[in-house]
Every structure is written in C-alpha cells, then in structure tokens.
C-alpha cells in the first residue's frame, strides 16, 4: 500500500497502523533524511530476512541502524569511547553513521556477520515517531537493487530521491510505501570509527568533512580501504 508521509504525520490512526505492522515484524519503505529505504524493526528476525530476500542482499552487508536517541543505542551497541559520544553530541544531525561495537542478541545478519554495528540518529519526524514508539531503532538500506556501498550511475544504479525511483517490484512486496514526495540531492552520510580516544578512521567521507572533525575535536583521522581495517568491521550501505 502507498500511504502519503504528511497523511500519516497528521492522523494518529494511520500512524499506529504503520507502528503496528512494524512492531509485527512488517517491512516499510520510507523517507529517511538522505534517500528511500527499506527499514524494519532491528529485533525482528522476520523483517530482517525479507529486506535481505527483497535486495537479494550479500550476507555480508550489514544493515544501518537509526536510532531515536543516545540511550536507545546505548540499548543495541556499546560505547567504548568518550570521543564516540562527542561525536555525536556535536555532529549526530548532520549526516554521520558511527560504526559501533553491536551488542551480542543483535541478529549477525543485521550486523553482517561482523561484531559491529552502524548507527546514525534519527533526523527526520517520521523517523523520529516511528523508532520512539518502537523504543527501538529501524534497520535500514537504500530502496534499490544494489549491493555496492556508493551507486555507481555507469552500472545503472539510481539513488532513490523520490518513490518512482524505487524499483516496482520492491514497492510490490513491502507492507507499506510511504511516499514523502522528492528528497533534496544531499551528499551521503560520512561513515567512521573511533579506533582510540583520540583517533578516527573514516571509511566513507561525505557530508562531514574530515577537516571539521579535526578541527572541532582536536582528533586524528585517516582514512582506510573498504570494507574495513578490521574482519569484525561490516559497514553499512545507506546513503
């Protein structure tokens, strides 16, 4: 079913509708702040299944978690550095996914086998009501049919920025395809790690630059190869 966004930010019934199928195990598309994705409640194994089944997604992709707020994905993933809480406080709603440490109940498929999990905060309404009544966070990926962490245009992949660009047959078998009109073209969040107290690596720079992180936490940053330093390390494809 195709449902407005501003239909459901303005009618209780429709939105505990949306709530209810999440909190069964239900699959949406929605609008997050960057692009269309396909998100379902991090504890459902039967959500996380059929987003993997939909994409045909590789075992070893994991899924970005969106959480309401620091202590809802203290919940989910552990922190192990003061720097990872700054990084937050100071940059958590200007495009930033930190890969944190998953705690052990995390499914390894939403992980993607590793011992990590990536987390970005919830920044837009919709997002925002749906993960504060879930009291936890929407596992999530790009609305397309492609496993590669940056869409190459060359491959025919679309970034999906507005429903019609959501392949049919995905907006065929979601419980829910919430259409939140055009998204503005914005760069793609930046995906990190805090190795040490004082010490970054970025894994994808986007929108936070690494100059600004430099120069606002007084830290060291570098940059390493994908899929990650680490074998525990899995990031997470959402724009």
Excluded at 99 to 116: E, H, I, K
Excluded at 125 to 153: G, H, K, Q, V
Aim: charged share 25%; net charge negative.
């Amino acid at each position: 079913m195709i449902i407005s966004e501003s239909l459901i930010l303005r009618d209780e019934t429709r939105l505990e509708e949306i709530f209810e199928c999440l909190r069964k195990g239900g699959v949406i598309i929605y609008p997050t702040e960057t692009v269309y994705g396909i998100g379902g409640a991090l504890s459902s194994a039967n959500a996380t299944e059929k987003i993997f089944a939909l994409k045909d997604r590789e075992r070893s992709r994991a899924l970005l978690s969106i959480t309401y707020d620091l202590r809802q994905a203290e919940s989910f993933a552990q922190f192990r550095f003061g720097l990872e809480y700054r990084l937050f406080e100071c940059f958590g709603a200007e495009g930033l996914t930190v890969v944190l440490d998953a705690r052990a109940f995390v499914s390894t498929r939403v992980r993607g086998g590793a011992n990590t999990l990536g987390v970005r905060l919830a920044s837009t309404e919709l997002c925002r009501l749906f993960t504060e009544r879930l009291a936890e966070p929407l596992t999530t990926t790009m609305a397309n049919l492609s496993n590669r962490l940056i869409p190459d245009a060359a491959m025919g992949d679309v970034i999906p920025r507005k429903l019609s660009d959501v392949p049919q047959g995905l907006i065929d078998q979601v419980d829910y395809a919430i259409d939140g009109g055009n998204l503005p073209e914005h760069f793609p969040s930046t995906i990190l790690r805090v190795i040490e107290e004082n010490r970054i690596i970025i894994y994808r720079e986007g929108v936070l630059k690494r100059e600004t992180i430099e120069k606002e936490l007084g830290v060291t940053t570098a940059y390493a190869q994908l899929p990650g330093e680490r074998s525990d390390v899995s990031i997470p494809d959402h724009r």
